[in-house]
């Protein structure tokens, strides 16, 4: 089990950046693939990006890739999402989640999750 806590949101304009932040308590923390999804208002939990335990693959939905890029650091049981480009359709509250399998973007494939942080993207 990984607790996590993103932090990073906020309001910003069309165009501009943001960089998300989960830090995750726990002894295993390396050991865990780490995911990002997002949930705007009225509208399903979706599939953001993912992270191997090495942090040596990453997987970006086609929504945003290109212009988000996921990083980790083990050592601070941190990890990352630098976020580029914004768009108003990339308002939404980010959820950090942790695994065990690198290979699926189900929700299910994910057994802990931040509280999420609000980022919004005005135009």
């Known amino acids: 089990q990984v607790q996590l806590v993103e932090s990073g949101g906020g309001l910003v304009q069309a165009g501009g950046s943001l960089r998300l932040s989960c830090a995750a308590s726990g002894r295993t923390f390396s050991s865990y693939v780490m995911g990002w999804f997002r949930q705007a208002p009225g509208k399903e939990r979706e599939f953001v990006a993912a992270i191997s335990w090495s942090g040596g693959s990453t997987y970006y939905a086609d929504s945003v890739k290109g212009r988000f890029t996921m990083s980790r650091d083990n050592a601070k049981n941190t990890v990352y999402l630098r976020m580029n480009s914004l768009k108003p359709e990339d308002t939404a509250v980010y959820y950090c989640?942790?695994?065990?399998?690198?290979?699926?973007?189900?929700?299910?494939?994910?057994?802990?999750w931040g509280q999420g942080t609000q980022v919004t993207v005005s135009s």
């Open positions: 989640a942790a695994g065990l399998i690198f290979g699926s973007t189900a929700l299910g494939a994910f057994s802990s």
